[in-house]
Each structure stands twice: as C-alpha cells, then as structure tokens.
C-alpha cells in the first residue's frame, strides 16, 4: 500500500516541554497487515523501498534530515535520508544527526516523540565520527551509521526484519502503548557484536549487524505479557548549577562551563517490572559510579580532549563523558538511559595547557612520541589537543601532515607543564623522513590562507604554521622536535668518530663528498666509508661493498672529492633512499728535514735530480688548463718535492 502525504490531510498537534512549544503534522495511517512502513527521505539516492509492502511518499522530491516536523499513528514507521556535509567543521549544520544538538531541547523532545510513537529513524553520518566526536548528547531516539549515504541500508533492513518478526499483537500494543521506540532499540542492540553490556554497544555512531536466526527468535517469542523492562531516569541532585542540554525520561544531557574540577549527581532509576535488577555501564570518558538499589552517585571529574575507541576500533577524540543504565528483568533487558556530560569549547580554553600535545595540520596528521603513535586527526581547521606524560629524558615528536591539496601546513604545541614549544624554524622537516632540514616557509598564526579559522587555537598563540615550499600538492611532509625534560638521554647511536681526528661528512644521493685536509695535516686512513643507510657513521642494513676501496682511490694527501651516487657505487638497494658516509683520519705532516750540504763526489747525483725536477716542473706548468687541475697538480708537484728531498737525503748519506 502506497499512503501518500500530498493528498491526505494531517491534524495538527504541538509537543511542549520547558520552553519550548513544537508544532508537528501527524498522519493517522490505515490498517494494514502488518502496520510496518517505510519512508524514504532520501529519494533515489539511497532506496530500500523494494523490501517493504507499505510505503509513504511525498511526491518524488527529497526531504533531508530528521523528520522532527511529523508524526505517524497506527503504525511503525522506518525512516532513511541522506545526509550533507556542512559548511563548518563540527558539522553544527548540513542534514545529519548533529541537527539535533543545534536545536537543542525543541527538536530532541520532538523527535522523541514521534520515535515513542513508531516512527524509527535512520540516518548515515557524514564526517562527524571519522575523527572527531561532535556528539553532545548521547541518546537512543535515532540510529546512526558510520558512512555517507546509503551506509544505513543494512541497518534499515536489518529493522525491518526484526519488526516483521514481532507477534501481529505485540506490535498493535507497542504502538498502542508508545513502546515502539525502546523495544526496537532494545532488539537492533541484541546482536551487536559484543555482549550487550559492553558500553560500544551504545555509542551515538553503531554498525549492526544483518539479525541471525537467534535474533528473529527473541523477537518472535516477545508477548504482551513478557515485554522488555521499559526504563526511565531521574536526576535527583547536580552540584553543578549548570544548565542542561537534554532532560527526558531516557537522557541527562549536561554540559561542563568551567573549570570546577569534580561533579557529583544523585540519579535514581525507575523500571516498569518491580523485580527488575539495575546494571550501571562505564561508556567513555572518566566517573565513578557509587550506586544502591536504584540510587547512583556518579562523581565526574574535569576531563576534555578524550581518546576514544570508535565500535570498529577506530580512534577519534571526544568531549562527552558517557554513562549508561539497564533494567534486567531476568530474561530481557531494557532499551539504555543514558547520562552524558558535554565539556563546552569555551571550558576547553579556560583550562591551562599542561603535558599536552596541540596539533592543526592542513589536511591530516599522525603523531608519535618516541616512536608510538599517539594521535591521528583532520579536518585542518580543528586544533587537537593530546594529553601525554612527557618521560624523564628524550621525547622525540614526529607529526606527519598529508596535503590533500592546496596550501599545507603544520601548527602545533608542545606543552611541558605551561611552557610551550611552538612550532617554528626550530623544529625539523623532511619529505622522505631521512634527510632532515629547517622548514622554510614560515606563517604566523593569523594569515595565510588559514586566517584564524581554526576551531580551539588562541589568538596569540606562539605557533606558527610551518612546511617546505618546494613539496608538491599532495605530498606528506615530517616534521620532529625534541623535548627534554631533564638530563637527555644517551645517544642510542653515538658517532664512532665523536672527538677524534678526522674529517667526515654525510651527503644523499647525487651529493659530493668534499673532504680537505687543514694546513698541517694530510688525509690518512679511510676509516669508514659507506653508500647505503649508514646512520651516525654505523653501517646499516643496505651497504655497498665497494664503499671503502672506491673512496680510498679517489683520496690524495689533502683532498677527497667523491659523488655519492649509484653511477659509482652501484645500487645495493633499489628503491631505498641512500646516503654516502665517509670519515678520514687526519695525519700530521712532519717538519721539512734540512737539506745537507752534497759533497764534491755527489755533485753529478744532485745536478742530474735538479733537471729532473726541472723537467716535471716544465711538462706540470704547461698542462695546466684549469684552477681546480692547478691545484691537484701543485698538491703532485709538491709530493714529488718530498719525494726528490728524500731522495737527495739519501745520496747525501
């Protein structure tokens, strides 16, 4: 059966609370068989309406978004739409489920409403939980995919089984009784993949699973008489003078303004079954749960910026603080309450920056200190701040930002109790995270084309946006920056050659070693010499075994002049990024010896060296062809000067 919206008339009623007064269109549908339709909000975009018999139409355009607007009696009404990004970062418009939190109270008490009802609302999100957490308030009155368009098709069939499943009774009395909100929700969690106890289970953001033969089971043996616990909560006391973002029977929303660094609430719990036991759930964040019978104190300490596992073990970061409650009858549990306090932006920045990690990067970054990953995160105009306990010595920060185009850059702090390390030309910068250099394009926080958009970073901040002008769109720059706190570590890789004699360098590939001998001293030994990836003169894995013979060849008594390059070396390891090392022991030149005076009977000895010398020194001047061969060859002319004074040394003998 088709109802369609443009040709029946609906009556007009308001949902009022403290405040607020809603208006909402409600449509009383006709009997059916099975009183299960399906609305699709989404048009062609993503349509599931080939699995139901019932369908509600509004012409063909779309509506997207919640459907706070309208009501559904005599029936059970599974809604889909789609869902847009928005404009700004914490997605605060656009058609997803964050709507609701703009709203505020209005439009959570209206679509509560219409959930109680019968309508179930399904909706993907679009961006909200790929590493950000933007929820506020947690609650069970929409369900939310983790995905754009269309990734809520399973979940929307996977209801609809589960509804057809219901006793044809049951499912008059649910909708009689306004339980088809919290008995659904209660069977869509029942196959999640944990036990149904464990707190990922009841995030904003679930992927279900298609319902097994288990799953149809319980719903199939539900009778009117053995209905899951319906539960209701109550907040008795707040020390907190705060206002709420959120209070109805199933949800305590609360948010944290300032800095007051414990928050201690009395709630109390009320169930339908009399013999029902009450289960507290730990969810995300910090709290201790005190609880007696169907009394908790939940005492909530000052927290923001938290690490939290997504269902599918993906990492994101959060500001809600969640607990959860169920009622247990025995044989059913009920659908959660849920307690979420919501720490404020404007809380976020009264709180002093201690031992923490900032980061903005343009447009994604990953963050390890000593080498463990910490941290992950996007778009580039949110600021991440990371809690971490800095270790005594050495904490080496390695942030890798990934350009998706356009402008690239990093912004980030270092906080060590309040003092800051704030990213400028101080810090380090790579492109392929082996050869180290300053960034060179610097741009204060404030201009550029970042401005100061970027959500949680002070005006004055001391960081600067930092990157190599000549990466290319695209690319994935490094970036590293020690922080020492206390005595530094020992060096892990200490040079060999630290405080000796010798003359040494490190180039990459294409490079020149240019090695010279200072005055007093002559090239000696090759001491180690290596193309590959040698680190702080230390052999490594990948090394050409003709390093040490090549760069001895190309070595005179004062100079050392060799390119670090495949063409020499070879390639020991193709497609690894290489270095040249190479250390040369530095000899002191001995004292010209005087020159004896020869003797009468030497004469002919001495006269035959003289035109000998005199005859090199010919043939050297007129050979010279350019400055740099005058200067090896003065550097020959000068060995055979040596050489001749040794020679006449020992005639003279």
């Known amino acids: 059966m088709i109802f369609d919206k443009l040709v029946n008339t609906p009556i007009y009623s308001a949902v009022t609370g403290p405040g607020f007064n809603v208006g909402q269109s409600v449509y009383t549908l006709p009997d059916t068989t099975t009183k299960i339709w399906h609305e699709n909000r989404d048009g062609l975009h993503a349509n599931y309406e080939q699995y139901f018999d019932n369908l509600i139409r509004k012409g063909n355009s779309t509506s997207w978004g919640l459907n706070s607007s309208e009501k559904y009696m005599n029936g059970i009404v599974i809604s889909n739409s789609s869902t847009a990004a928005a404009a700004n970062a914490n997605e605060a418009s656009g058609s997803n489920t964050r709507r609701l939190d703009i709203g505020g109270q209005t439009l959570y008490h209206a679509v509560r409403d219409s959930w109680r009802q019968g309508c179930l609302q399904f909706f993907p999100e679009h961006q909200d939980y790929d590493a950000i957490d933007w929820y506020k308030v947690n ?16 979940e929307v069939q996977r209801c609809n089984e589960i509804v057809k499943a219901l006793k044809p009774e049951v499912r008059e009395w649910m909708i009689a009784n306004q339980r088809v909100g919290d008995v659904v929700a209660y069977l869509m969690r029942s196959n999640m993949p944990n036990w149904y106890l464990d707190p990922k289970n009841h995030q904003p953001v679930l992927s279900m699973k298609w ?3 288990e799953d149809l089971a319980l719903a199939a043996s539900l009778t009117i008489d053995t209905m899951p ?3 209701s909560i109550k907040l008795i006391s707040d020390t907190s003078k705060q206002s709420d973002l959120l209070r109805t029977d199933e949800v305590i929303g609360l948010k944290r303004v300032d800095l007051t660094q414990s928050r201690v609430l009395e709630v109390e719990l009320v169930s339908d079954k009399p013999n029902a036991t009450f289960v507290w759930i730990q969810g995300q964040g910090k709290s201790i749960i005190a ?51 919501y720490t404020t932006p404007e809380a976020r920045e009264l709180a002093p920056r201690m031992n923490e990690i900032a980061i903005a990067a343009d447009d994604s970054f990953v963050c390890k200190v000593n080498g463990v990953q910490v941290s992950t995160g996007s778009p580039w105009n949110q600021l991440f701040r990371i809690p971490y306990e800095w270790k005594q010595g050495n904490n080496l920060v390695e942030i890798s930002v990934t350009n998706a185009g356009s402008a690239g850059g990093l912004l980030a702090s270092l906080f ?38 970027v ?51 490190i180039v990459k590939e294409g490079e020149w070693i240019r090695l010279k001998a200072p005055d007093g001293f002559k090239l000696g030994d090759v001491l180690f010499a290596s193309y590959g990836t040698s680190t702080n003169y230390v052999r490594g894995a990948c090394h050409s075994s003709a390093s040490m013979n090549l760069v001895a060849a190309a070595k005179t008594a004062k100079l050392l002049e060799v390119q670090g390059s495949y063409l020499v070396f070879g390639d020991p390891c193709y497609g690894v990024n290489k270095t040249l090392a190479v250390a040369v022991e530095l000899v002191p030149e001995l004292s010209p010896t005087p020159t004896p005076t020869p003797t009468p009977d030497q004469s002919e000895d001495v006269t035959r060296l003289k035109a000998e010398f005199a005859a090199i020194a010919f043939k050297l001047k007129i050979t010279i062809q350019s400055e740099k061969d005058a200067q090896l060859r003065l550097e020959v002319l000068q060995e055979k000067i040596l050489n001749f004074k040794d020679a006449l040394n020992e005639i003279i003998k």
């Not at 609650?139 to 098709?153: A, L, N, W």
């Not at 908790?296 to 599918?312: F, H, K, M, R, S």
């Not at 003092?419 to 741009?443: H, Y």
């Open 229 to 231: 616990p319906k539960l």
């Open 291 to 341: 609880s007696n019978g169907n009394r908790a104190t939940i005492t909530i300490p000052w927290q923001a910026n938290l690490e939290v596992e997504g269902q599918d073990g993906h990492k994101l970061t959060s500001n809600r603080m969640d607990v959860m409650a169920v009622a247990h009858d025995g044989t059913h549990f009920s659908c959660p309450v849920f307690i979420s306090e």
């Open 139 to 154: 609650q069970p009155y929409v369900f939310t995919s983790q995905g754009s368009s269309g990734s809520e098709g399973e």
């Open 455 to 505: 959500i949680g970073a002070k005006p004055n901040t001391k960081a600067q946006w930092i990157w190599i002008s000549r990466a290319p769109e695209n690319a994935t720059v490094h970036f590293r920056k020690n922080v020492v706190i206390g005595t530094p570590d020992p060096d892990p890789n200490p040079d060999p050659f630290e405080g000796k004699n010798v003359v040494k360098q």
């Open 416 to 453: 060590v109790g309040e003092v800051e390390t704030a990213s400028d030309k101080s810090w380090e910068a790579s492109l392929d995270n082996i050869s180290w250099e300053t960034p060179d394009k610097i741009t204060p926080y404030g201009q550029g084309p970042w401005a100061s958009n």
């Open 211 to 213: 319902p097994s033969a």
